[in-house]
Each structure stands twice: as structure tokens, then as C-alpha cells.
């Protein structure tokens, strides 16, 4: 069964921008619950009590239950808006949870067993992909988180969707790829540059000088007289004809 934590709120009978300003000169968070087919429903949060649950991991995917006076409301917090400067809550908005109906929720991912890791013993680093998850499942069973377990993965090895454990009664919202990257055991970078390094100065060494015994490449022969009687080249200047001697008288 799934656990729930209770926050108390108080219900405001005005929505609009004035009516949460208000609300916050009060000293209160001003917030609405929708969905399951319901009307909005305006509530006011102590602010202490929102920041302690949004300093805690993991409080998109954790349930709340909203106690409003008799009654109680099961929901997921879907949005939190901040102030600009102080950083501050100014806005909280709640899913309400429906029985039955199948809810998208990010769940995020545990790496374990990292001193199991041949690879991370050598140096190697967590290539992390996807530090959550985003699912759809049934509200009463919300994984509070997946794990991924890294025994016996060596350089570039993958950890994938399929090699989660906990994903039980969940389904991924990616549609392309099914069985995507969640993470990878990346080499370290030193040892990953000097690879291409070694390969490169082995395959420039045979070029860098010729083949023992092998003749020097021949000089380019002199350019041939032009055949007798042949036309002058284009721009050259004619050659002068020899003076006839002068006749004996």
C-alpha cells in the first residue's frame, strides 16, 4: 500500500491574481487541486510546511494528502512556482488522484554497487543519461525510486531500461525507443585520447620515409626543340630571318 504524507489546508473562496496576493500578504501559499473529472479546488498552504516537503528528494513522484478540514484529497504536486528574487513560494499546484486511473510521474534512478564495477575500479566514470524516469502507473503504486545495479559493468558498458530493477506495474512514456540509455560506463579521458593518438603516429610511420632500395622519383625531362618548320608558340617572337649576302659585281 502505498503512504501518503498529510499536509494541511485551508480552502479560499476567490481565485484571480489579487485574491492570491492576498493570500500571500496573509502569510499563506496560495494553491489549487485539479483533475480526476473534478472541479478546481482553491487552497491556502502553510509555507513551512510546502519548503520542508520540496527540500526533501524525490517530491514530484512522492503522494500527498491534503486535509481540508473534514475531508482529505490524494494528490501529486505538479508545478511550484517561485518568486524571481526572494525565492519564495508563491504558487502550488496539485493533480488529484482518481482510483484506477494511470498517472504519469517521474521516478528517479539509484546507482548501486559502484566498487563492483570492474571498469569504475579502473578509473572509469557513471555516464549519467536519464537521472529520473518519466512513467505512467497506477497512483497506489508509485515506485519512491528505480535502481540501477552497476556489478560487473566494464568500459562502455550500458545500463537500459530493461536492466532497472523495481519498474513493476510502470510503463515508460518514451514511445520511440523502448529500451533507451539510462546510463553509460565511460573510460576515462586520458585513457580514451591516447587510443586515437597510438593508432595515428603507427599509421604515419611507414610514409615518413621511402622504401629501402627504391629509386628516387626521375627529374622531369628537358622540353623538346620544336620540329622544323613548326608555327612559333602563342606571344613568342619570330625568329629573324639571316640577311642574303650581297651579289659580286
Known sequence: MASFTTIEAESRD??????ARATRRAGKVPAVIYGAKQPATLISLDPRQVLRELHK???RSRL????????A????????QFHPVSD????VDFQRLAAGEKIHVAVSVHFTNELASPGIKRGAVVNVVRHTVEVYCDPDNIPTHFEADLTGLDFNANIRWHDLKGTEGTRPTAVVDKDFVIATVAPPVKMAEAAPAEGAAAA?????????GKAAPAKPAAAAAPAKGAAPAKGAAPAKTPAKPAAKK
Open 14 to 19: 476567490r481565485a484571480g491574481k489579487g485574491a
Open 57 to 59: 528528494p524525490g517530491w
Open 64 to 71: 500527498f494528502e491534503l486535509k481540508i478540514g473534514n475531508d
Open 73 to 80: 484529497t490524494r494528490a501529486l504536486i505538479r508545478d511550484v
Open 88 to 91: 519564495t513560494v508563491e504558487h
Open 204 to 212: 604515419a610511420a611507414p610514409a615518413a620515409a621511402p622504401a629501402k
